[in-house]
């Protein structure tokens, strides 16, 4: 009797692991649309730990990916989180008129992270769009983080509150250009943000290119960086965090489009 009890208990105990297994790498629902209206791309995909999404972005849904109006090219961006300016080559229709709507939901949207989304996003994009790609490594004119001369003045993190990385002004927000926001005053507020995401979202600004993390600074930070069109970033840096930018050649890696199909809308 005691045998029959273990060997019931061991038999109940596989089938709650097998319940339990890791999520799927795709989506259970999926939707690939032509659009032809002119508005630019929008959207992205809404994990369990997902950062807060640009001021324009329209709520997303736990457990899904939504873009609208992107070309091929911005649908590779997002889903490998690569700046646009980073994937190369490519036939001319997937960087020209050519834009979609697609969509993906999980089946498992309460505990699908954004790194798993990403990944359903990246399968999406080779199955619809037969797309292959492979990676490069290349050096560009960029700069390189390091602490100012007189030390850095970033306070680590208490570990209060939700970690978050906002951005706002026409230097760093295309809409905030085109719509006349924001235009006095740029500002990158940081919450238990590491300083290598301080240097990718520099990365991004016009008038910087690739910047590559050498500070050695490596806890989680609470920062306002705030500075005006036409203002010295770099003196900024100095006086505001302790940090400064030096030119120099960066390794960026890029992806390299070989392949890609039209796909069939559903």
């Not at 006095?184 to 910087?208: D, F, K, M, W, Y």
Request: aromatic residues 6%; charged residues 25%; contains cysteine.
């Amino acid at each position: 009797m005691g045998m029959k009890r273990i060997l019931g208990f061991v038999t109940l105990f596989a089938f709650v692991t097998v319940t339990f297994a890791a999520p799927k790498d795709e989506f259970e629902v999926t939707s690939v649309k032509w659009n032809n209206s002119a508005n630019g791309v929008n959207g992205g995909c809404h994990g369990t730990n997902s950062k807060p999404g640009a001021p324009d972005r329209a709520p997303i849904p736990l457990g899904r990916c939504i873009i609208t109006a992107a070309r091929l090219s911005h649908l590779i961006a997002i889903a490998y989180e690569i700046d646009l300016q980073n994937v190369k080559e490519g036939a001319d229709w997937i960087w020209g008129v050519d834009r979609f709507d697609v969509e993906g939901k999980t089946e498992n949207p309460s505990t699908a992270t954004e790194e798993q989304l990403l990944q359903m996003l990246q399968n999406l994009l080779a199955e619809r769009f037969k797309l292959k790609i492979h990676r490069e490594t290349t050096s560009l004119s960029g700069y390189a983080l390091r602490v100012a001369k007189n030390g850095s003045k970033l306070k680590e993190s208490t570990g209060e509150g939700k970690r978050s990385l906002r951005m706002s002004g026409a230097a760093i927000f295309k809409p905030d250009a085109i719509d006349q926001k924001n235009l006095n005053q740029n500002t990158i507020i940081g919450e238990q943000v590491p300083i290598s995401q301080l240097a990718g979202t520099l990365t991004r600004l016009r008038e910087v290119g690739p910047v590559s993390d050498e500070t050695g600074l490596t806890g989680l930070y609470d920062f306002k960086l705030v500075w005006e069109p036409g203002e010295s970033l770099n003196s900024v840096l100095q006086e505001q965090l302790g940090l400064r930018l030096e030119a120099q050649k960066v390794p960026v890696e890029q992806l390299v489009i070989d392949s890609a199909e039209k796909p069939a809308a559903n």
